[in-house]
């Protein structure tokens, strides 16, 4: 099959007739080129708040409201597309209300047959634990999809190898990582985490993160990132482990072709065996860590 990953730019709209059509242009152009999953990344929604003008949207509290006011619409919107298309598509994330009294930072997976489910970020960056106010999310979802089993590990979620490996040990195959980051550091955070986790998973990772300024929206004003999809250097992939990326901070697709296959002959056959081997670690930590003092 083959999976797009966005490296997305932030739009300043008028009227949500522009909105329509900016996403709109985007899914058709990334089916055209025959991809099956479409991932858009962490925070692309606050391109939303700019509906609410621009004192709304330079306001870190009214703009995640601005955001959530067009939840439904969203929904509708990416269900609409997904239908059409004949694709499965991970909208880019944004504020939600849960059950915790502030919002969390959701991202919602959906299918040809419409809303198939929703992933939270689990762990929060110092900027939305102390400046924004984002909940964490309640736990980690596995889509079985006809595409594969799929997780999603948001942007910070990424930098965190347990909650990957909760994912695959529930048996993911795919996992999806939509990333927003103000600098060059921040990116590289998050792309070398995801190109870890397909290392010590052997599984297929899609990063997509946002792209370029958004003077308007203080909380996503700066944007630093290329798309790619990253699979283990080893048997049957790239000796990079890069299937696919796109040109730092130009917005456009990564596209490549995947397959499943691939990823059960590398966990049985590769030249290192990182997905069975996990396990190990636990025995070796059951041993003492010896202490050599050096004067």
């Known amino acids: 099959m083959k999976l797009a990953a966005a490296a997305y730019p932030l739009d300043f709209f008028s009227d949500w007739t522009a909105y329509e059509a900016k996403l709109t242009d985007w899914v058709t152009r990334g089916a055209k080129a025959g991809a099956e999953l479409l991932v858009f990344p962490e925070y692309g929604s606050m391109e939303l708040a700019s509906l609410g003008g621009r004192d709304v949207a330079a306001d870190l509290e009214l703009c995640l409201h601005e955001v959530m006011r067009h939840e439904d619409a969203v929904i509708r919107l990416h269900s609409a597309l997904a239908r059409q298309h004949n694709v499965h598509i991970l909208g880019t994330s944004g504020p939600a209300m849960a059950t ?3 919002p969390v930072n ?8 419409g809303m198939i489910g929703y992933q939270d970020k689990q762990i929060m960056t110092r900027f939305e634990r102390e400046d924004w106010d984002i909940a ?6 596995l889509f079985e999809t006809t595409l594969g089993k799929i997780g999603i590990i948001i942007c910070y979620d990424s930098e965190f190898p347990l909650l990957a490996r909760a994912l695959v040990d529930a048996g993911a195959e795919i996992l ?5 980051t103000e600098a060059l550091a921040g990116y590289t955070r998050v792309k070398v985490g995801s190109m870890a986790r397909a290392l010590e998973n052997q599984c297929i990772v899609v990063h997509a993160p946002t792209v370029g300024p958004a003077k308007w929206c203080p909380a996503v004003d700066a944007n630093t990132g290329a798309a790619a999809i990253y699979g283990p250097p080893d048997l049957g992939f790239p000796p990079d482990g890069i299937l696919a990326q796109t040109q730092l901070n130009e917005p456009g697709w990564a596209i490549a072709d995947i397959s499943l296959e ?6 049985s056959q590769g030249a290192v065996l990182n997905h069975m081997h996990w396990d190990e670690q636990k025995n070796r930590l059951d041993l003492p860590v010896t202490k050599v003092k050096h004067t």
Do not use: C, D, F
């Open 100 to 102: 915790a009294p502030r």
């Open 106 to 113: 959701r991202a919602i997976l959906y299918g040809p047959k």
């Open 136 to 141: 964490p999310g309640n736990g980690l979802r």
């Open 176 to 180: 999806l990582v939509p990333s927003a």
């Open 262 to 267: 691939a990823i059960a002959h590398v966990r």
